[in-house]
């Protein structure tokens, strides 16, 4: 299992820009695949975006242009940097890996715990 913790979250005004941050545990976070979730009260888990292991991207359209995913493997890190944020974007931002493993045998991988975002307007 990985163990992941976030960082990053706050309040922010409508406008604003904050970076989370995720660290994974292992030695082998280069051959991981990183995505950001998110949640809103009342509202089911989305994905927001994803990297690869080869460092391919891909964004959820509501996020797209705004948001950027990026990692350091000499870290073991995963950042989401959130630009232009609103009100909308308000949820609990959570870290998820999967390793090749977890491809294979389809499963979901490990999570973090997450981290606030709030977006005031």
């Known amino acids: 299992q990985v163990q992941l913790v976030e960082s990053g979250g706050g309040l922010v005004q409508a406008g604003g820009s904050l970076r989370l941050s995720c660290v994974a545990s292992?030695?082998?976070?280069?051959?991981?695949?990183m995505a950001w979730h998110r949640q809103a009260p009342g509202k089911q888990r989305e994905l927001v975006a994803v990297?690869?292991?080869?460092?391919?991207?891909n964004y959820a359209d509501s996020v797209k242009g705004r948001f950027t995913i990026s990692r350091d493997n000499a870290k073991n890190t995963v950042y989401l940097q959130m630009n232009s944020l609103k009100p909308e974007d308000t949820a609990v931002y959570c870290c998820?890996?999967?390793?090749?493993?977890?491809?294979?045998?389809?499963?979901?991988?490990?999570w973090g715990q997450g981290t606030q975002v709030t977006v005031s307007s």
């Open positions: 990297i690869s292991s080869g460092g391919s991207t």
């Open positions: 998820n890996a999967k390793t090749p493993s977890d491809y294979t045998r389809r499963r979901d991988g490990s």
């Open positions: 292992g030695s082998i976070f280069s051959l991981f695949t």
